[in-house]
């Protein structure tokens, strides 16, 4: 069974404050690395789709690393903001061949900024 | 671009009534289609995953009869519950891609069902 793995469950920050969670994944038959952000009653919004072994990705204040020999990601948020606040999730693509490829998430990391 | 819709946003029916819930690709084709539940303090679960045209391949432990999807058009995919039960009180999410090996999928916000 796989399984994905993301910690800490729950994050409470000062606006400011920067932060980092991780996520652990299978390092055998590595396909791809998702991370998404999702704000409640909102779609999970894509972040990043990491695929090499020591990719490192940025988009604003939020930039992510990836090692796929050892098996885990993490995600940055520097000089966090309250809009900063949401689930951040993380998905491991299993890739089938020619078939689908099918996400298996993580619970999430909920990030809580305090103005 | 890549917007998903739900419908409805959140729904409540009675035990052994059924409720469809729809999903569309509001600025693309969506060849290939994904259902996902989550349960309080759980992951999002694949349910099924559809390809247009297709009949849907169900995960282990999912029962087809209860739960029938519908991907007859390449921007809409519909899951309806049958018979429900307070057990399939859960949050249903569905995710669509362009095509059946693309790494993106792209969500839907969400539909909260609550069986009483």
Request: net charge neutral; charged share 15%; with cysteine.
């Amino acid at each position: 069974i796989l399984n994905v793995e993301q910690s800490p469950q729950s994050l409470h920050v000062q606006e400011g404050d920067s932060t980092n969670f991780t996520c652990s994944f299978p390092s055998s038959n590595f396909y791809a690395l998702h991370w998404y952000r999702w704000e409640t009653a909102k779609s999970p919004e894509a972040l990043f789709v990491m695929t090499l072994n020591g990719d490192e990705k940025k988009k604003g204040r939020i930039s992510a690393t990836l090692n796929t020999k050892e098996g885990y990601s993490y995600l940055y948020i520097k000089g966090s903001q309250p809009e900063d606040s949401a689930t951040y999730l993380c998905a491991f693509l299993v890739h089938y061949g020619g078939a689908t490829n099918k996400l298996i998430f993580g619970t999430g990391t909920l990030l809580a900024v305090q103005p | 671009g890549a917007v998903v819709s739900q419908h409805p946003s959140w729904v409540i029916c009675k035990s052994g009534t059924s409720v469809k819930i729809e999903c569309r690709s509001l600025d693309f084709q969506a060849t290939t289609m994904f259902w996902y539940r989550q349960f309080p303090k759980q992951s999002l679960m694949l349910m099924a995953t559809s390809n247009e045209g297709s009949k849907a391949t169900y995960e282990q432990g999912v029962e087809k009869d209860k739960f029938l999807i519908n991907h007859a058009s390449l921007t809409l995919s519909t899951l309806t519950v049958t018979s429900a039960h307070p057990e399939d009180s859960s949050f249903y999410i569905c995710s669509a891609s362009v095509s059946q090996g693309a790494r993106e999928q792209y969500f839907g916000p969400g539909t909260r069902l609550t069986v009483t």
